[in-house]
């Protein structure tokens, strides 16, 4: 036998200089290397076994084998999207300068806020009651700074805890802030919030972020008259023009309404932490000369489609249309034009608007939101460099709005399923009463980042998956409603581009890093769903 082969060689995981050095000589190997070592000449030690090291040098080479993308439904949950899940230790990803840097920015900000009230106080059992709140949210700060483990939230006698702690049981122990997917521990960071609150005596109701959306639609002075001096008065047609020529300018009136509902979004008070007014100002523009040249933003078009869905309603006994609504102030107030044209129009018959039970993600709308800004509308004194015309189109705008809900064409609505930390994929399961309500809607309006990223599980889809299959059970179950996002894009997953979507992506990646989470794109995206069919549970 040739002196120079040996069977494989068992060598320690560290490197030959920690586990070889050479002593007067002397060579210190292995037990495993005895044979070895004798044959070499040198006195064999013995030591502890260490694992053997094959060298599989001619065997065939590894193959680049990729997992196989999208799951299967079978394999999907909360933990493991379709696709690849956004979490907080993805440094290339949104997901980590938001875990990492925004929600403590709006933590502290939040803190900020308490704090200011609590210094406005007289009665001591309200102070003492608040200083117990703020407390609990110095704990939250802690938790979320030193990347804590995720516990059950605790009963606060809301309808969303039993869904919250079974999911939290089900996938997520021993998961924590960084490790959870992005959208579960972003959310589960707000009801934490909430919960702060909800448990004291005196501030169960109390919102942080309040203050701040005001704010922010006070500063909204151009783009908010903008709109109210065109539709303070009931939109009419000319009588003078042929009925061709009135559907095509109803279809334009409606394209444009449509890009001011979409790039009203713009204004995400989670996003523009910092943002001076004359930004919010440019953010806001509504004009037709901006519209016409942002509509080329629209990466994902289907506004086409949409008119050609909603033109029909009009026939249509029933011409419900659903929002899902996302942020309070400036943009409501777009939804809320936007839902009066289709309402004077006789495009829909009635609307419902949802939205949270409370403080949700800075901006997202509350029932108080809704009531502030039409009271405001009506008998507010916000805008005091506005002209006497501006306020009275204000307070014509409002009074028509607060009359719709009066008589039942606009409907306020806020499900517990809204604020929980599933993606709408687990709508069907996990809140079949919400599911059922809206199969019966002609058409559902889901506004913003937030609720897209929900709606299509975000996760790390190619930009050129279809919609209709980014969304799931929402658009493949019977009878699932018809669907439209309309969507400025803040954050990472994008999808509805089309066939060259993923050429598109990268050629942006490459040209305008950041423009996943910049508010200058957007998506308007349309499922056709299986609306009349009968809705089935298992």
């Known amino acids: 036998m040739n002196a120079d082969y040996f069977p494989p060689i068992p060598v320690n995981h560290k490197s030959m200089a920690e586990t070889a050095p050479e002593t007067n000589g002397a060579h210190t190997i ?4 005895s044979a070895v070592a004798q044959a070499k000449g040198f006195p064999a030690t013995y030591s502890a076994p260490s694992r053997v090291t094959l060298h599989l040098g001619h065997l065939p080479s590894k193959k680049d084998i990729k997992a196989p ?25 949104f997901a980590h300068a938001t ?25 001591e059992d309200k102070i003492v009651d608040l200083v117990e709140c703020l407390e609990r949210m110095d704990t939250l700060m802690a938790d979320l700074s030193g990347n804590a483990k995720l516990r059950p939230i605790i009963d606060d006698g809301e309808g969303d805890v039993a869904l919250w702690n079974k999911e939290i049981a089900k996938y997520f122990q021993g998961k924590d ?19 702060c609150f909800s448990v004291s005596k005196y501030w169960k109701d109390y919102d942080v972020f309040y203050r701040q959306k005001c704010d922010t639609f006070s500063r909204s002075t151009d783009a908010v008259f903008e709109l109210s001096m065109r539709f303070a008065e009931p939109f009419k047609q000319s ?3 042929s009925d061709k020529e009135k559907a095509e300018n109803e279809r334009l009136m409606f394209l444009e309404l449509t890009q001011v509902c979409l790039w009203g979004n713009s204004t995400d008070l989670s996003l523009l932490i910092n943002m001076t007014e004359e930004q919010i100002k440019s953010l806001q523009s509504t004009g037709g000369d901006h519209l016409a040249a942002t509509e080329k933003n629209i990466l994902g078009n289907h506004l086409n489609q949409l008119w050609e869905t909603v033109k029909v309603l009009r026939e249509k006994t029933g011409g419900r249309i659903d929002f899902v609504l996302d942020n309070a102030g400036f943009e409501l107030y777009c939804d809320f034009v936007y839902a009066d044209f289709l309402i004077q129009t006789g495009l829909a018959k009635q609307i419902r608007f949802h939205g949270k039970r409370y403080p949700w ?6 029932r108080t939101d809704w009531e502030w800004l039409l009271n405001t509308m009506v008998y507010g004194h916000l805008f005091p460099k506005a002209s006497e015309a501006e306020r009275e189109s204000l307070r014509r705008l409002g009074a028509r709005w607060k009359q719709y809900e009066k008589d039942g064409r606009w409907q306020y609505e806020q499900h517990p399923f809204w604020c929980t930390g599933y993606t709408f994929w687990d709508l069907h399961s996990e809140a079949p009463d919400l599911f059922l309500h809206l199969s019966r809607s002609d058409l559902v309006y889901f506004k913003g980042d937030l609720n897209h990223r929900k709606l299509t599980y975000d996760c790390a889809a190619p930009a050129s998956i279809p919609f209709d299959i980014a969304i799931g059970p929402m658009a493949s179950a019977a009878g699932a409603p018809k669907i439209c996002s309309l969507r400025t894009i803040k954050s990472d997953v994008v999808v509805g581009l089309g066939d060259d979507g993923d050429a598109l992506a990268e050629k942006l990646d490459k040209e305008e890093p950041g423009w996943k989470i910049s508010g200058k794109y957007a998506v308007v995206l349309l499922s056709e769903g299986r609306p009349g069919e009968k809705v089935r549970f298992a």
């Open 99 to 123: 875990m990492g840097v925004r929600l403590p920015t709006i933590l502290g900000k939040a803190i900020d806020d308490a704090s200011r009230t609590l210094n406005e106080q007289s009665a």
């Open 30 to 33: 292995s037990n495993g290397d």
């Open 239 to 241: 009588e003078n023009i």
């Open 69 to 93: 993308w999208p799951r299967t439904p079978s394999r999907v949950d909360p933990n493991n999207p379709p696709w690849p899940a956004y979490r907080g230790y993805h440094e290339y990803s």
């Open 177 to 195: 802030f960084m490790n959870a997917p992005w959208l579960f521990a972003e959310a589960y960071k707000y009801r934490r919030l909430h919960e």
């Open 361 to 366: 993600f800075v901006s997202d709308v509350t």
